[in-house]
Nanobody
């Protein structure tokens, strides 16, 4: 079964930057839409950004537009790696960030947590 391998979390001060990466471990048909979600303590999981790897079409939550950039750094017939560049981080960005992959195209419901595969999550903490 395919795994989504996340890396890049950590702690940073407000205004700082971090980059998260997510790589598929092997070929999967769930490669039409890949996304980042996050979940803060006591809150529901929310969509942060999504990308259609084959077309590089992107989607963002309003709370991160202009600060976060989702991109594809590797794409071939076997595996895909996506990144989430997070700039001007705020304390409210503190959460566990999860990578997700879907066999369906990204669309208006990209931010619903109905993806086929999920990563284990990586902690991002923004604190002075």
């Amino acid at each position: 079964q395919v795994q989504l391998l996340e890396s890049g979390g950590g702690s940073v001060r407000p205004g700082g930057s971090l980059t998260l990466s997510c790589a598929t471990s092997e070929y999967t048909s769930s490669r039409e839409c890949m996304a980042w979600f996050r979940q803060a303590p006591g809150k529901e999981r929310e969509g942060v950004a999504a990308i259609s790897p084959s077309r590089a079409k992107t989607f963002y939550a309003n709370s991160v537009k202009g600060r976060f950039v989702i991109s594809v750094s590797h794409y071939d017939d076997e595996t895909i790696t996506i990144n989430l560049q997070m700039n001007n981080l705020k304390p409210e960005d503190t959460a566990v960030y999860y990578c997700a992959a879907s066999m369906f195209s990204c669309g208006g419901s990209w931010d619903r947590p109905s993806y086929n595969y999920w990563g284990q999550g990586t902690q991002v903490t923004v604190d002075s």
